[in-house]
């Protein structure tokens, strides 16, 4: 019967809300730890008006305990703002996935035990402490998995930093995987855990409110755990069909994306997405996709529209992503396994971040444009920039 009134309530909350109000707690399950292995754990729901994710892993959750298969190392669920869960909204406060810089996270601890009037903190310091604790026992082998929809329609997508790691296991989804976005976007969970060296992926299931949201989340969450290894496909329920599922979601559309444009907003710009546009939608340079207080909203270049924003709360009014062809994904993923990123110093205007060894400082005075391209294909990424002056880093994570 949860099950019932949790999917009703997705596809109708407000018919829904006279029937259930269901709760949100912070750990959504557990399951294995008998045997060594993976650490794997499932976030949901870290923007409030998200909780697609919770019930998809409240249902693999119930299956994993009901049918008890063979598990190698553990997988954890948890919510991630459960306060903005329970209300319906994407923060109460603040964007509890726009506060996971190391040195907000830093000061956030010294507040630790203390009163907190901010509710996005107290539920970081909720929730960094069960993932602090889950990785703490001497764990090498993690992953961290970030669970979303969109207010906006269309196929399910990963965002990854581009580590093979990450890129492996995405890839296992038949889903486009979308690259760069952590040059564009501060102060993500998944910046935040690659950062410390474990893989870190986020997922896209579609619609706030569509049950195949859901679907798709729960199809994630078992495949996921077969690539890992956590899984033998065969107690996997329709392993076969989970995979065609999210491929036949997807499209046709590419397989490789990268993050070309952020068009950032504030409520002060009155922003509002024209409508009609769904995610992955097809654009033209000089398209009018939306207003603000200034007048029509057009694109910067062709591509396909990204993650269109169509709810009151948020920054990020849309993005513009372009293909990435399968050619340069091979080229990359050789010159790493080859360490040519050993060579980029020798480039005219790179050198190496002084007590930084995943980090090169370019001199955009004299580097070409190229040199950046190169870059992106050896895995750094943009970090900061000043006036002649470009960061660029690299995820500690090992390699595969």
Request: overall charge neutral; hydrophobic content about 40%; glycine content about 8%.
């Amino acid at each position: 019967m949860q099950e019932i009134n949790e999917m009703s309530f997705q596809a109708n909350r407000e018919a829904a809300e006279q029937y259930v109000k269901p709760k949100f707690e912070r750990k959504i399950g557990r399951y294995g730890g008998r045997r060594s292995g993976p650490l794997v754990i499932f976030i949901g729901g870290i923007h409030g008006n998200e909780p697609a994710g919770v019930f998809a892993l409240r249902n693999v959750m119930k299956a994993l305990n009901e049918k008890n298969p063979r598990f190698e190392g553990e997988v954890i669920a948890l919510a991630g703002n459960t306060r903005a869960l329970n209300k319906g909204l994407r923060y109460l406060d603040t964007d509890l996935n726009r506060a996971w810089l190391p040195e907000q996270v830093r000061n956030l601890k010294l507040k630790a035990g203390k009163t907190v009037e901010v509710s996005e903190e107290t539920e970081q310091l909720e929730l960094l402490a069960e993932i602090e604790t889950a990785i703490g026992a001497n764990r090498q082998e993690v992953y961290i998995l970030d669970l979303h929809t969109t207010s906006s329609d269309g196929a399910p997508f990963s965002i990854i930093s581009d580590t093979l790691t990450n890129r492996h296991i995405a890839q296992e989804l038949g889903v486009p995987i979308i690259l760069g976005i952590e040059e564009s976007i501060d102060g993500t969970i998944l910046n935040y855990i690659n950062d410390l060296g474990y893989a870190a992926l986020g997922f896209e299931a579609g619609q706030h409110d569509a049950l195949t949201s859901i679907e798709n989340h729960e199809a994630i969450i078992w495949l996921s755990l077969a690539f890992i290894g956590c899984l033998s496909p065969n107690d996997i329920p329709n392993m076969a069909s989970l995979r065609k599922r999210l491929i036949k979601a997807s499209n046709g559309l590419p397989r490789f994306l990268e993050v070309r444009y952020r068009h950032a907003i504030a409520e002060s710009d009155e922003f509002a997405m024209d409508p009609g546009f769904r995610n992955f939608h097809p654009v033209e340079k000089n398209q009018a996709i939306a207003k603000d207080r200034t007048g029509e909203v057009k694109t910067n270049e062709d591509g396909f529209l990204f993650m269109p924003l169509y709810q009151k709360l948020g920054d990020d009014g849309f993005f513009l992503v372009r293909e990435v062809k399968p050619f340069w994904m091979k080229v990359s993923e050789v010159a790493r396994r080859m360490k040519f990123d050993r060579a980029l110093p020798l480039l005219p205007g790179v050198s190496r971040l002084k007590g930084a060894k995943d980090s090169l400082v370019i001199d955009t005075r004299i580097a070409h444009w190229f040199v950046l391209e190169i870059c992106h294909l050896l895995g750094f990424r943009k970090h900061y920039q000043t006036t002649g002056r470009l960061i660029v880093s690299r995820r500690k994570q090992q390699e595969l």
